[in-house]
């Protein structure tokens, strides 16, 4: 599978070179892969600061021309195995970015990224080998939100779900203090989705998060995040799909889609109208004919689980490592796979089980095999458990385009918005 070279992180030579700090770094790539946009003007000033002038030059002259003298020296900026589309048909920022499900997505349908953000450093490393930019930093911050455009058209985000507080309105008027959802989702980090919303105003968005965010504190916290968008003028759909209709692994997530409807109305003609992968997909065709040794669990490591699971088998749970069946789907990957594998272990013929490979564990996501893994183990298991089921948004966002085009056809006819 040629392991060692997806090990090998690209050069950095470019933002190593004139950027020196995590954001100069995010500003400088940010600017390279839009130089040849309108989006430009956000990340142009900034960079212009950080470039020799000659170098400036060479970008602002070049970029767009494949095989340019600038592109030629910095391949780790342009080369890289998911560029944005040759010609883009709408426009997307991608927040909470991880590695990048969102993006690769977003990219399949014609879309093209102008701002990308992630606070963990390995996530970042593993999404500028990707997609040639170093995403900007902690999205919660002032200075990080400066650089997110004008203007754009579609807001993907996979928000942490942090715990809601929800205090009595009449409480709040006493005390002067705001309501809505200014006040209802403080010290979020949605709070910081619905604060982006608001300033800029895109024409649809695409959350995700996972199925427990309908039922936490007795579906209250959903409540707010459904009332919280709509009290900003966004028509939102929502609905919980299993992966497993796309990957060989059974992983509900609830989908959240809003459209604006001060652009378009009400009664927005949009469904989630998923087209599931045939045939359907399973575990052996994951699967690496030769995976190294290292994954095969320890005596030690496969006698602890057995004794585990027993022990609360007795106790009449349902506690246990799982062995994934190689004609169907597996449990869900969840960032602690590195601990031990056991909610997804391979069987062995004459051996002990194995957990999956990092490689297993991408396409297990639904991410395609030029997929660049420069982490390490460990840390790939991370990346992989806490990211997207990528054709689940890919097919999502091709709903999403597909009815903005319709809404957008509408308007350039006069018709004006949907009552």
Not at 26 to 37: K, R
Not at 75 to 89: N, Q
Not at 105 to 133: D, H, L, P
Not at 350 to 374: H, S, W
Request: aromatic share 12%; glycine share 8%.
């Amino acid at each position: 599978m040629g392991a060692r070279e997806e090990h090998v992180a690209p050069s950095r030579i470019l933002v190593e070179s004139f950027a020196h700090t995590p954001l100069e770094q995010a500003i400088l790539s940010h600017w390279c892969q839009n130089a040849s946009t309108k989006f430009a003007d956000t990340y142009e000033s900034r960079s212009l600061e950080l470039l020799p002038t000659d170098i400036y030059r060479l970008i602002s002259n070049e970029v767009v021309c494949e095989g340019s003298p600038f592109q030629l020296l910095f391949p780790d900026v342009f080369d890289v195995p998911f560029p944005p589309p040759d010609h883009p048909t709408f426009s997307f920022i991608d927040l909470f970015a991880g590695i990048g499900g969102f993006r690769i997505a977003m990219q399949r349908i014609g879309g093209k990224c102008v701002f990308s953000s992630e606070w963990n450093e390995a996530a970042k490393k593993t999404y500028f080998a990707n997609f040639g930019e170093v995403p900007f930093g902690d999205i919660t911050k002032d200075e990080t939100k400066a650089f997110i455009p004008p203007k754009f058209d579609v807001l993907c985000a996979g928000f942490p779900c942090q715990p809601f507080s929800i205090a009595g309105v009449s409480k709040k008027n006493s005390l002067g203090r705001a309501t809505g959802f200014e006040d209802k989702t403080q010290g979020t980090l949605f709070f910081d989705v619905c604060s982006i919303l608001k300033s800029r105003r895109p024409k649809a968005f695409l959350l995700e998060n996972v199925k427990n965010l309908c039922s936490h504190d007795k579906g209250r916290t959903f409540q707010v995040i459904r009332e919280s968008l709509e009290e900003l003028d966004y028509e939102v759909f929502y609905k919980v799909i299993d992966g497993q209709h796309y990957v060989p692994q059974h992983r509900e997530r609830i989908l959240i889609v809003g459209f604006d409807r001060k652009r378009f109305g009400r009664n927005v003609p949009f469904s989630f109208d998923i087209s599931p992968a045939i045939p359907k997909p399973t575990i052996a065709g994951i699967l690496e004919p030769k995976p190294e040794a290292k994954y095969t669990l320890t005596d030690k490591l496969w006698n602890y689980l057995r004794a585990y699971a027993e022990k609360h088998r007795a106790a009449g749970n349902g506690f246990g490592y799982g062995i994934a069946p190689k004609d169907g789907v597996s449990r869900t990957l969840s960032a602690r796979y590195y601990k031990d594998g056991s909610e997804i272990l391979i069987e062995q013929p004459g051996k002990n089980p194995r957990r999956l490979t990092p490689r297993e564990c991408a396409r297990l996501m639904g991410y395609p095999d030029e997929f660049q893994i420069v982490v390490s183990d460990t840390r790939a298991y991370q990346q992989f458990g806490n990211s997207v089921v990528m054709p689940l948004m890919a097919d999502i966002a091709k709903d999403i385009v597909e009815t903005l085009s319709k809404m957008e056809e509408r308007r350039f006819q006069g018709k004006g918005p949907l009552p």
